[in-house]
């Protein structure tokens, strides 16, 4: 009884959070494309700036996006790392910057009053338009991100991510990590970082995503504020298509630890793909859901393989990766990827079943709404919309398309989409007697 009323609780508080939100849009002079969402309910703003230049973009200098990103707050016109900090320090404000696979993001947070917002918003736009990225900045940072990839060389995880990544995508855009390697970070300069923004910081490859306590000529004036003066530049030219696994591949890595780390995955599905929303479902059902997944249920549960196995479609520009993974002893590996393997194999054969189905959509619809009850939470999800091109109705939508997903579409999409000789295994462990 309490169970369901507190399921129709959550579609009546999903119902209200998502009821129609205003998602208004428009294009800049200089191709800026901004996307804004009015949000009066706090007298804050959250702005976010996304460039086409992630790590997909790095070409053969890996790490150099993530590099070029850092270096953004070392150093903008005539203030050095601590007189930016100091700034927004001083305003209360947050600031940030990030780089990923797709994109890099340069974020602000700021309370609205306009003594506060416009000084925050002129530094905001001086680090974007005239970073320095000076040599002393340059070579502490690069040093910062060797010593972050030597700390990932020695975690089993990371080697087995970033050999996994390799075999799924060769030489493609999306085969090594933001992080990059030794080698790439040891050949960058600080010329290249420069050129790095001076292509890809640039308005026709930007968009900008404003949540907030603003009214539209306050959002447009905001845009202006901080992109207004970037030079137009050329969008990033389109990646190519994925290109297909021809084999099952699996490779196996040393590792003086007493647990395997296993992954098993493929090329997976881009944002917009037709068969997102099957695949998402079908995957909570699978691997999404915790403990209470099909996957974990078969290895931790009944055999106690391992204390945690999941798995997750990470969908990007491009077709990014469906990842499988888990941790169990050594003496264990072999007989848990093959109960691994035989419940993925199973559940593309049968798909989930009704009573999996309706408590999948239950768990993902009940716990929307807590999802994007922020406006940090909402403006990461409207400059995805944006970034991808999704409808902008996504939100509005979102609950009603996971509802219209059947058990019948679940299992067509897997069957279609997911090939088991065709797969990427990446096994990181001790040697175990025979």
Partial sequence: MFRSLAILLLWSIAAVSLAAPDIQHWTMANGARVYFIQAKELPMVDVRVVFDAGAARDENQPGLAQLSSALLPEGAGELDADAIAKRFDNLGAQFGTQAERDMAVVSLRSLTESEILQPALETMALVLEQPTMPVAAFERVRKRMETALQRQLQSPSSLASRAFYHRLYGDYPYGHLPLGTQEGLASLTQEDALAFHRRYYVAS?????IVGALERPQAEQVA????GDLPTGKPAPAL????????TEIETIHY????TTIILGTIGVRRGDPDYFPLYVGNHVL???GL?????????????????????FSPMRRRGPYVLSLQTRNEQAKEALEVLRETLQNFIATGPSEKELQLAKQNITG?????????GEKVQY?????FYQLPRNYLETFISQVEAVTATQIREAFQKRIDLDKMVTVMVGGATKE
């Fill in 287 to 289: 691997g999404g859901s």
């Fill in 205 to 209: 490859n930007a968009i900008v995503a």
């Fill in 240 to 247: 190519s298509p994925v290109p297909k696994i021809k084999k």
């Fill in 224 to 227: 202006k504020q901080v992109v």
């Fill in 256 to 259: 003086p630890s007493s647990q």
């Fill in 292 to 312: 209470v997944s099909r996957i974990s249920v078969e290895l931790r549960e009944k055999r106690g393989l391992t204390y945690s196995a999941y798995s997750y």
């Fill in 382 to 386: 409207l400059a995805m919309i944006a």
């Fill in 367 to 375: 716990g929307f709404p807590l999802r994007i009850d922020s406006n």
